[in-house]
């Protein structure tokens, strides 16, 4: 690995010239014992000649005699202060007996007497491995990569820069040029363990399981001691849907009694991630802490699930939490959510009810029960849970909406009425309940009461979106010959919620009343785009575009309208409340 420098100085004595130059001769002809002969004549004569100390040196390293040759180069820097060379050379014969640290200052000497000298020799490729080294234990990250990759410039087979300026890359997330060091290493040494490592960490995180445990599985064959390369192997295999060759070699570590607290936590919330939190919680055994770590991070994996209406893998998360401990009436009442989504009634609310044994004040837990009996018609037991709610909670709003919806759809009209007004003296901006008493006052064809609630609330809320939609809504079923107060109402609700697709339904029957037919049929195409299943919509559509005379328009929108009319289930108003469910 030595770099030396066998050039002559024209400084030297001429009386020595002769003895240097048949020294130098020697030299390049690998005759290292007869230029150390003429060598020492030579200082026997001329004991101060920097050049002849240092080609000294040469010899004694290619002997096999590194402290020699270091004495020998450190002399001629004595001599010489100046002398670039010798200290390159010090450096190199300072790596063979283990000095780097020495080794990296004689280098950084040299470099600074004559800063292309390490670009100036293609054996220079050692010394910028090894100031790349330094420089990246400084932190100086920049410098290292530029040593490194003069390294590999110079020698583009030195693995040692190669895996080096790889690791480097890696740690400061530049996966692409890592990966690039790492396929080069590999294509000179397919065996390589470090590079085949690195390389399949990168597949695994770009998802390339294929590649990433074939390069992992080649490095675990070459070290079997190594427990990150079994970690990272085991969870490509988890991750590629490999759960047997995963629980493999998980039984081998665990066999060999390697699979420490920390691998099974992460192993653990690999399983859980990927689907399989039975096998996570098994990894987290019966220790305290990994329990309990794995238990919050299942419960918090199907909040997740459940918001991307993932139901079924929250509900097996929450399955597998509750069995790992004591749940909380929160574990149960997400576990309720989910089922309630499932249409698993019974299950559902057997969570409901476990979550308010545990917490008995909970309004949201009354409220989504009360929902569950709505949602499979039978409004009275709804009415008990949310009578019973609001024993427990007089003053809570949600609850006199739920118990006025059920009042509604057990058809206590009256009733329904006053719990609702009830609510909306609890909180005059409660949206939910304007939705659920605009629909008993419409239906119960109330509408000059519903008429002056509605312009009340206007005025107490400005900003009221649902106020606005009510009141043009009711004003145009009043008097549909004059819909330009219903069109002002309509576009104020939709200038407040742009996304309002029954709003732009509404304005678009008044627009039609006014003779727009074009603003009514934009209106009508935006509500179905902000909800594809508003059948009233697509019915009107079917019904302007026939007038236009435009047949395939009008028979696809009829065809939407039938498509939409089936997929109509539930009360609508009931639809409109069920997004409180997954509220907590």
């Given amino acids: 690995m ?47 000649f920097a050049e002849a100390h240092n080609l000294l040196g040469v010899c004694a390293a290619e002997l096999g005699n590194p402290q020699a040759a270091a004495s020998s180069f450190r002399k001629a820097i004595e001599l010489k202060p100046g002398y670039a060379g010798a200290y390159l050379n010090l450096a190199s014969a300072l790596l063979k007996t283990g000095q780097q640290e ?52 110079l020698k583009p087979n030195f693995t040692p820069a190669r895996l080096a ?3 480097l890359l890696l740690a400061e997330r530049h996966e692409g040029g890592a990966l690039k060091q790492f396929e080069a290493i590999l294509a000179l040494d397919p065996n390589e363990p470090s590079a085949l490592g690195n390389a399949g960490l990168i597949y695994a995180r770009r998802a390339d399981y294929v590649r990433s445990i074939r390069y992992l599985g080649r490095a675990y064959e070459l070290d079997q001691g190594n427990t990150a390369l079994a970690l ?38 690999v399983w859980l991630n990927c689907g399989h939190p039975e096998k996570g919680a098994a990894l987290a055994g019966d220790d305290p802490p990994l329990v309990g770590e794995f238990r919050d991070a299942a419960v918090k994996q199907a909040r997740e699930d459940f918001l991307h209406s993932n139901y079924r893998t929250a509900a097996g998360n929450l399955e597998v939490a509750k069995k790992m401990g004591a749940p909380g009436a929160e574990v149960h009442r997400l576990l309720g959510n989910c089922y309630y989504e499932l249409d698993e009634p019974k299950q559902a609310s057997d969570e409901f009810q476990a ?33 019973h709610g609001l024993k427990e909670l007089p003053n809570s709003p949600l609850l006199w909406v739920g118990l006025g919806l059920s009042q509604h759809l057990a058809e206590r009209t009256d009733q329904a009425e006053s719990s609702l007004k009830k609510a909306l003296g609890l909180d005059p901006g409660l949206t939910d309940a304007y939705v659920v008493l605009g629909d008993i006052l419409e239906s119960a064809n109330k509408l000059p009461d519903a008429l002056e609630i509605f312009k009340s609330a206007i005025e107490r809320r400005p900003d009221l979106y649902i106020g606005y939609f009510y009141y043009g809504k009711i004003i145009l079923k009043m008097n549909e010959s004059k819909p330009t107060e219903a069109v002002t109402a309509l ?75 089936a997929a109509e289930g539930r009360d609508t108003v009931m639809k409109k409340l069920e997004y409180r469910i997954g509220k907590d």
């Fill in 165 to 167: 300026l790889g690791k």
């Fill in 355 to 387: 979550a308010l044994r545990l917490d008995p004040d909970n309004e949201q837990t009354y409220f989504n029960l009360g929902m569950l009996y709505l949602k499979y018609r039978t409004p009275e037991l709804a009415t008990l849970v949310f009578e």
């Fill in 491 to 565: 576009r104020k609700s939709i200038q407040l919620r742009p996304e309002f697709a029954e709003a732009h339904y509404e304005l678009g029957r008044a627009l039609e009343q006014t003779g727009d037919a074009a603003g009514a049929i934009a209106e009508y195409k935006e509500s179905t785009l902000r909800d594809p299943a508003l059948a009233g919509s697509q019915y009107r559509l079917a019904l302007l575009y026939k007038k236009q005379g435009d047949a395939k328009r009008a028979e696809l929108a009829m065809s939407a309208f039938k498509k939409a009319q």
């Fill in 232 to 269: 990272g192997l085991a969870e490509a295999r988890i991750r590629a849907g490999q759960t047997t060759e995963a629980d493999g070699l998980i039984s081998q570590l665990e066999s060999a009694g390697r699979l420490t607290e920390e691998t099974r936590r992460v192993l653990a919330l």
């Fill in 102 to 153: 020495e080794a990296v200052e004689a280098i950084n000497h040299a470099v600074a007497l004559q800063p292309n000298i390490l670009a100036t020799d293609p054996q220079a490729f050692t010394m910028n491995y090894l100031l790349g080294l330094h420089f990246a234990q400084l932190g100086e990250v920049k410098l290292a990569v530029e040593r490194f990759q003069s390294s590999v410039r």
């Fill in 2 to 48: 030595g770099v030396f420098l066998w050039g002559l100085s024209g400084s030297a004595a001429d009386s020595g010239q002769a003895l240097l130059a048949g020294a130098s001769a020697k030299i390049s002809l690998r005759d290292f014992s007869g230029a150390r002969v003429i060598l020492t004549r030579l200082l026997s004569q001329q004991p101060n």
